[in-house]
């Protein structure tokens, strides 16, 4: 697993999903946005490289590889995100395309996550 960090982008070589450096003049100028997270979610670059992290581990399948101490350090990810770890899986189903398939089921995150 290897994670890109520059000081505007992070990147994975494993997942496609990413942290942005907010650099528009206001009060969020220096903050990161993930690419999973809602928009408005404004987060620390730790916070960012965490969530980049967290990524790789629910969608490189890397919980199921060492059961315990992987989910261990995936839940404590999602806690630094101030999220339950279900919460993050369901974000990151929904922009993979693996969740809400079928025209019955909402692809609205909004109406499938519970985020505190």
């Known amino acids: 697993m290897a994670i890109q960090v520059t000081d505007w982008l992070i990147t994975s070589d494993l997942v496609q999903e990413a942290a ?8 969020d100028r220096g903050w990161w946005v993930l690419s999973y997270l809602p928009t408005y979610r404004r987060l620390s670059r ?3 490289l965490v969530g980049v992290r967290l990524a790789e581990l629910i969608l490189d399948d890397s919980i199921y590889r060492n059961a315990e101490s992987d989910l261990l350090v995936a ?4 806690e630094e995100l101030e999220l339950e770890l279900t919460d993050a899986m369901c974000l990151l189903a929904l ?3 693996e ?6 089921e909402p ?3 909004a109406e499938q996550q519970v985020i505190r």
Request: glycine share 12%; charged share 25%.
């Open 95 to 97: 922009r993979s395309g």
């Open 20 to 27: 942005f450096r907010i650099d528009v003049p206001g009060p």
């Open 46 to 48: 730790d916070q960012a």
């Open 99 to 104: 969740f809400g398939e079928s025209a019955s």
């Open 107 to 109: 692809r609205n995150c």
């Open 75 to 78: 839940r404590l990810h999602a």
